[in-house]
């Protein structure tokens, strides 16, 4: 039977302590410890620095160590919106310009220096709103709005070149719809773009202008899907099946490594948490061993499919919508046994 | 031997459960600040280190119903065009 040094061409090294840098594959004996260790490439879900105001529906953008989250539901109640935007380093968060219209269940896109917010519901009448506002580090400004007003829609892209993908366009509520609609931004004006095969709301997307991809949702009123849609810059195609359907989830990425967390499944009317993550290489969605550690709703997601975000969000029980995780895709130590 | 064990403990932010704590055992947050995580050494040490104040499955069951429940009354007393923008919480079981 062929050994390690066999195959490796290496012997395994033995070290009185874990090596301070290691690469992946690699295998070492620590003779302190009297264990067999490996350096494996694995994704897993940590604690982030808490928010300072709860917040759940909230819309978001940026990455890991440069994010954004604001508006949203505070708690309790607050149905039209908290104003406060923060910002987030890495480790902690830090309060930012105030949005100039609050609101609930609406994307973001861009970064922290250049965001993009448009669409949600202000429960101010019409209710569904149109509003597009940017962000430029330090302060909201308004912009020309949507052309249809909407909420629990899907974004893409940055702030000159986003999309606003699907949504429920129904006003007022409660009756509501699940639309095909998507109009694309260019830092100036909405314009009508092509619509979708399946109207959704509650959709998670991410994404560029020209190669965005949008998944799960809700098919109004009470069918939550697991279909994909991929964006080429001219065209609509299906893509794969998410493996569990979910609504209301966070999505991040580019459309061949996208990553997908938390959610809401079936049952509907009353659906329950997800604490599972997927992830997507453009054409098919592989459930992923990393598990968020409180399972999570109406939140969206930061970041991208290696090192990811996720801020505020069900439940809707302090300290839940206050706390934050990160995923990373890294290298870590892991101890060999014969079981 | 149960599979879990149960505690409280305030989630304290970044660090308070690692990328190698998510990897070395099983670990799940609900309400009330409840925490379940897997009965075994790493487990184990990880509620201690976070000073958890150990509970009974059906101890730590009851803060989180009590949680939910309330949470479930706050949401009945929305009103219908708030219910529609949000899901009711779902009654949670733990492990």
Redesign the interface.
Known sequence: MADYQDIKGLRVKYLSADPSTETEGEVWYNSTSGTLKTSLLMGAWSSGGTLPTATIAAATLGTQTAALITSGYGYPGNPSGIPQTNIYNGASWTAGGALQNPRVYFPGAGTTAAGLVFGGISQISPYRTAETEEYNGTAWSEQSDLITARSQQAGAGTQTAAMCITGDAKTPPPTGTSSTLVEDYNGASWTAGTATSIGKHLAMGCGTSTASVVWGGNAYPYTIVGSTEDWNGTAWSAGGAMNTQRRGGGGVGIQTAALCFGGAGPPVPSPTDSNLTENYDGSTWTTNSATLATASSSQDGMGTNTAALLAGGSPNTPPNNTETEEYNFAVTTQTLTTS | MAHFIYGTA??????????????DFF???????VWCVGNNVEGARWLADKNCVEKTKSEAQALVTA??E??QA??DA?S???????????DITLP
């Open positions: 305030t989630n304290t932010g970044k660090g308070f459960f690692t990328h190698q704590d998510r990897l670990l799940r947050g609900y309400p009330a600040e949680e939910v309330a949470d706050a949401w929305l219908a065009e708030e219910q529609l923008t949000r899901s009711r919480p779902s």
